[in-house]
């Protein structure tokens, strides 16, 4: 496709289950960046990854986050036991080097009963 | 198409001195605007934001202008100091939660 791609758009869970978000980056595009917004809140960043590794780990809000990226492509947000401080849309960008903030994917809707 | 632009990519100031960054957007419809700083192999964070309804907002030596009749938007840093020595972008959000970004002026604050 020619931009960049998140599934679920949105995913309803039970407080404690486990869910996994996933974005499929544009090809070619080497950074990749997780962000999420709250309710009434602006956008606040989660982690960044350059080819397959995540030089800045520290917007993640606890160890119940965590993420991945394989073949310098598609990653995956896990959230673990969820809370429903974590319902949020989670976006996902990409860009062609870390200096640009990336274009957007359409994001995913959490939200966490 | 561009929906949120930033003419310039570049920018140096002396410390001490202002720091202007401009920002220019295309649609009427977006109610909310941001400001963010990225550092190299750093993710980007949040500076300062402003309301639609809003034509100024101050925080610290942060201000962000917004002329909604010019569809334009400004960062104003002052007094600017060495460590504010990043790249800047503005965003936008549609009544859709949609965001849009600039891509971004690298400011350089010369000591």
């Known amino acids: 496709g020619a931009g960049v791609s998140q599934s679920p758009s949105n995913k309803v869970t039970e407080k404690g289950k486990d869910v996994e978000l996933r974005c499929d980056p544009i090809?070619?595009?080497?950074?990749l960046y997780w962000y999420r917004q709250r309710l009434g809140q602006g956008l606040e960043f989660l982690i960044y990854?350059?080819?397959?590794?995540?030089?800045?780990k520290s917007g993640l809000p606890s160890d119940r986050f965590s993420a991945e990226r394989t073949g310098e492509s598609v990653s995956t947000l896990t959230i673990q036991r969820t809370q429903q401080e974590d319902s949020a849309v989670y976006l996902c960008?990409?860009?062609?080097?870390?200096?640009?903030?990336?274009?957007f994917g359409p994001g995913t809707r959490l939200t966490v009963l | 198409d561009q929906q949120v632009k930033q003419n310039s990519p570049s920018l140096s100031v002396q410390e001490g001195r202002i720091s202007i960054l401009n920002c220019d957007y295309t649609?009427?419809?977006?109610?909310?605007f941001l400001w963010y700083k990225k550092y190299p192999a750093e993710g980007p964070t949040f500076l300062i934001s402003?309301?639609?309804?809003?034509d100024k907002n101050e925080d610290g030596r942060f201000t962000v202008f917004l002329n909604k009749s010019a569809k334009h938007l400004s960062l104003h840093i002052v007094p600017s100091q060495p460590g504010d020595s990043a790249v800047y972008f503005c965003?936008?959000?549609?009544?859709?939660?949609?965001?849009?970004f600039g891509t971004g002026t690298s400011l350089t604050v010369i000591p």
């Open positions: 402003i309301s639609s309804i809003k």
């Open positions: 090809s070619g595009h080497t950074a």
């Open positions: 649609n009427s419809m977006f109610d909310y």
């Open positions: 965003a936008a959000i549609n009544t859709g939660n949609q965001f849009y």
């Open positions: 960008a990409s860009s062609l080097g870390g200096e640009l903030a990336g274009l």
């Open positions: 990854f350059q080819g397959n590794s995540a030089p800045d």
